[in-house]
């Protein structure tokens, strides 16, 4: 999406995205039409949803029609396939960042398939380069660089004694289709995702020595359903959709 004219990140991250000057917060985004709130993993540096579920990509850049209310900027719309297969596939990948795997398989042949595909980060990731880069990046200006401690400020790099960071997270996306007959279809569409973060700073100081703790946790569920049938004056379709987004911060000063 970054690609076309008007699309850009501020950041140069994969999840947030601003249209045609807009902040990425006024941007709409859905999954089989549930509203996506969390920008991606790692605060946005990795994407949602595994590209091996997503059929289609609908992008309006402003104008768009008034069932997307909600947001300002413009509307990014991934879709699912809707085409009922045949035979089994299933497929993995492995990189710097996270493990992928998904799985598609006929339930009622020609009638009913299930996808799964499920996404979680590497046991160790702040151990390889990809990772490091995402932390400067990140967390550059912030208090994982400098400690204000009453007036005294101290820099990570000064009489740091000890740095323990943890990093994971685990996605699960599913799309299950039922066509009872050639005008009818019906289908469910859901998402699990989960982010974890905690950060562990100790400083020794010839006068201070402390500790700080910082730990988010991010959760965004979604789960929808729709209904579509061709009737003899047109299309009818109804769909439902419910999303929650719980983000926790416990920060500790010691």
Request: net charge neutral; proline share 4%; with cysteine.
């Amino acid at each position: 999406a970054q690609l076309l004219p008007g699309i850009n990140s501020p950041d140069e991250s994969a999840g947030k995205l601003s249209i045609r000057g807009g902040a990425p917060d006024q941007t709409h985004v859905l999954w089989d039409g549930i509203n996506v709130y969390a920008s991606g993993h790692y605060f946005g540096m990795i994407s949602f949803f595994s590209p091996n579920l997503v059929d289609e990509m609908r992008i309006w850049r402003g104008q768009a029609e008034a069932s997307y209310g909600g947001r300002l900027s413009g509307v990014v719309e991934m879709n699912t396939s809707r085409k009922i297969i045949d035979r089994p596939e299933v497929g993995a990948t492995i990189n710097l960042t996270h493990v992928d795997a998904y799985v598609k398989f006929p339930i009622i042949k020609g009638k009913s398939d299930l996808h799964v595909s499920a996404r979680t980060s590497l046991t160790s990731p702040f151990d390889n380069p990809t990772y490091q880069s995402f932390q400067r990046q990140v967390f550059q200006n912030t208090s994982l660089n400098t400690l204000s401690f009453g007036s005294v400020d101290i820099s990570v790099n000064d009489s740091l004694e000890s740095t323990n960071q943890a990093f994971n997270f685990t996605e699960l996306n599913a799309r299950w289709q039922w066509n009872p007959d050639r005008q009818t279809s019906v289908t469910i569409s859901g998402f699990l995702q989960s982010d974890v973060f905690a950060n562990e700073v100790t400083f020794e100081q010839i006068e201070i020595d402390l500790a700080t703790s910082e730990a988010i946790s991010t959760r965004n569920n979604g789960l929808s359903a729709s209904l579509k049938r061709q009737l003899p004056g047109g299309k009818y379709r109804y769909k439902i959709n419910h999303t929650t987004l719980c983000v926790s911060f416990a920060p500790y000063l010691r």
